[in-house]
């Protein structure tokens, strides 16, 4: 029996090893910010200027609330004060208004 690559089972890990955090311009937040994928380990691994929020499914809550919400926990762990652009791909009400809702916790 042969034990090659075709024959690995992948699992997702339940936590993100630890590790240096990652520096970047520009960062599209991948599977269409769905909280599946994307969690505060990711922010707090993956640093960008730009996110990237792409989704316009409110059924499959994409972009998810608890996405941008992890960014914002994960961002407060970053050692600098480094500023934070989104760059939403739609407009939706639910952005609308977790940016009203988070405004301050935003500017801190």
Known sequence: ISKGPANTKLTKSASVPPGPP????????????????????????VRSSYYVVSGNDAAAEEPSRAVLDSLLEGKAQWESNMQVTLIPTHDSEMMREWYQETHEKQQD
């Open 22 to 45: 990652v520096y970047l311009d520009l960062v599209y937040i991948p599977n269409h910010s769905n909280s599946k994928n994307v969690d505060v380990e990711f922010f707090k691994r």
